[in-house]
């Protein structure tokens, strides 16, 4: 089982790589969340935190890990 399971991460591993190759071509962002923050990577792998004010309006902060 525990093989199954490094297998699984190698292919998420993987799938991530690819998935962030294809964005940087393409010129896009990708958004995810880190330690339960919004985040926003551009192409050039600056990232930005995403928050919401008390009207709803959303803005982005430098992120520091």
């Known amino acids: ?3 199954n399971r490094e297998q699984l991460q190698e292919i998420l591993k993987k799938a991530n ?3 962030r ?3 940087k071509e393409s010129g896009a962002s990708i958004y995810y ?3 339960n923050k919004r985040v926003r990577e ?3 792998g600056n990232k930005f935190e995403i928050v919401f004010n008390d009207a709803g309006n959303r803005q982005e902060f430098e992120y520091h890990e």
């Open 1 to 3: 089982m525990l093989n």
């Open 17 to 19: 790589q690819h998935a």
């Open 42 to 44: 551009d192409a050039n």
């Open 21 to 23: 190759k294809q964005a």
């Open 33 to 35: 969340m880190k330690n």
